[in-house]
Structure formats: C-alpha cells, structure tokens
C-alpha cells in the first residue's frame, strides 16, 4: 500500500519519527481525566483516540503507562482523534516516558 501525498508532506514537515504505538493513556484537561489509548508517539506529540471534542491550542495534560503528566496543547481534532503537541523538549519527554520514551526515533 502506498503513501499518499499528504502523508509523505506530513512525515517530512515532522521533527520527530513518530512510532506506532498502542498504549493505555490519560488525559487530563485541568477539569476532567479521561482514558484513552495513544496510537503514534514520537518525542514531540501524540495521536490518541478520545471521542470527545477538544479545542485546538487547548492546554492539557496526558499521562502515558502510569508516566507524570507531560504538558501538550490540542494540535488537531478529526474524527475520533487528537494530535498533542507536547509543550517540553524532547529531552525531557524522554525522561518523563523512561523505557517507553528511550525507545522513540530519535529525528
């Protein structure tokens, strides 16, 4: 199956390889926690699956594996999903995720 165009223009705009991922999660929204399952992890974000509509630029908080809670902000919402954008530099995701973050690409 190949990649279509927007998916190749995504990966290259990225910083971070992102890896597919199939972890229990948290997210926390200041007022509410809510479970939810993050599908594509890398060091600067996460896609997740949480049916409920967020506002972009929304600050939150998402715990990955029992992990402290790693600041984000609301990139996208679409169908189902939410990309995070974490707000800490990857030095310091890595350190919040300890084995799971130690294994991400590293570019």
Not at 14 to 23: E, P, S, T, W
Request: proline residues 6%.
């Amino acid at each position: 199956m190949s990649k279509t165009n927007q998916e190749v223009s995504e990966e290259n705009r990225r910083k971070f390889a992102r890896q597919h991922v199939l972890l229990k999660a948290k997210l926390d929204t200041g007022d509410y926690e809510f479970e939810c399952v993050a599908y594509d992890l890398s060091l600067a974000g996460v896609k997740v699956k949480l049916d409920l509509p967020l506002k972009t630029k929304c600050d939150v908080w998402l715990m990955v594996k029992g992990s402290p809670h790693i600041p984000s902000k609301v990139a996208w919402a679409k169908e189902g999903y939410i990309g995070l954008a974490f707000s800490l530099s990857p030095s310091q995701v890595v350190e919040i995720l300890g084995p799971v973050g130690a294994r991400l690409p590293k570019h």
